[in-house]
């Protein structure tokens, strides 16, 4: 069994919609992350947390939140889903000392 | 302004050859450097790290370069193999354990 998951895989919605994209892991890594791609810009980070009672705004926060629910699991929502938040979704989980990150497979969002 | 750049997008190289990715980065503070590979469908995975105080770092087929006065890293892979084909990014951090910066990426094809 893959270490991080992601639900959904893939999804499509409409503008306005809310999305929540979820986050597991059986890693036992206190810190995990939120990361969009998008062509040619690689992997930007939206929100990370350390443990469950942290959660911290990345370098590109906006229009997204987060809920740390419990140390295995972490969920990104889009509150009103825009066209321009289409894009790549990754999960990652470190453990304390952070130096390798381990990534989940990835939703694809859709924004229609 | 991207603090990583990877300027090449994609690199085409023989079976057997080798493979040179390159990294540029602009934040003096980033004192440790990581490479991730990517497949298609699937999450990157970390392939090789560099500390500052270090200019190499080797792993199997796999070397890490670090030119701290040109702020440039590289990445050769000696003999390329069809399975290296991947989309691969180089990270930064200030201090091991922090925040990464990623760059754009670069798709690796190894032809037979």
């Known amino acids: 069994d893959a270490d991080v998951t992601q639900t959904p895989r893939n999804r499509i919605t409409k503008t306005g919609k809310r999305i929540m994209l979820e986050c597991s892991q059986t890693?036992?890594?206190?810190?995990m992350y939120w990361y969009r791609q998008d062509p040619g810009l690689g992997l930007r980070l939206i929100y990370y947390s350390f443990d469950v009672k942290d959660i911290n705004k990345g370098e590109i926060s906006d229009g997204y939140s987060v809920s740390r629910q419990a140390q295995a699991k972490f969920s990104l929502s889009l509150e009103s889903a825009i066209p321009n938040q289409t894009a790549l979704y990754f999960c990652a989980t470190s453990d304390l000392r952070g130096n390798t990150q381990y990534f989940g497979p990835g939703t694809r969002l859709t924004v229609l | 302004d991207q603090q990583v750049k990877q300027n090449s997008p994609s690199l085409s190289v023989q079976e057997g050859r080798i493979s040179i990715l390159n990294c540029d980065y602009t934040?003096?503070?980033?004192?440790?450097f990581l490479w991730y590979k990517k497949y298609p469908a699937e999450g990157p995975t970390f392939l090789i790290s560099i500390s500052s105080i270090k200019d190499k770092n080797e792993d199997g087929r796999f070397t890490v370069f670090l030119n701290k006065s040109a702020k440039h890293l590289s990445l050769h892979i000696v003999p390329s193999q069809p399975g290296d084909s991947a989309v691969y990014f180089c990270a930064a951090s200030v201090g091991a354990g922090n925040m990464l910066t990623f760059g754009g990426g670069t798709r690796l094809m190894v032809k037979p």
């Open positions: 934040n003096s503070m980033f004192d440790y």
């Open positions: 890693k036992g890594h206190d810190r």
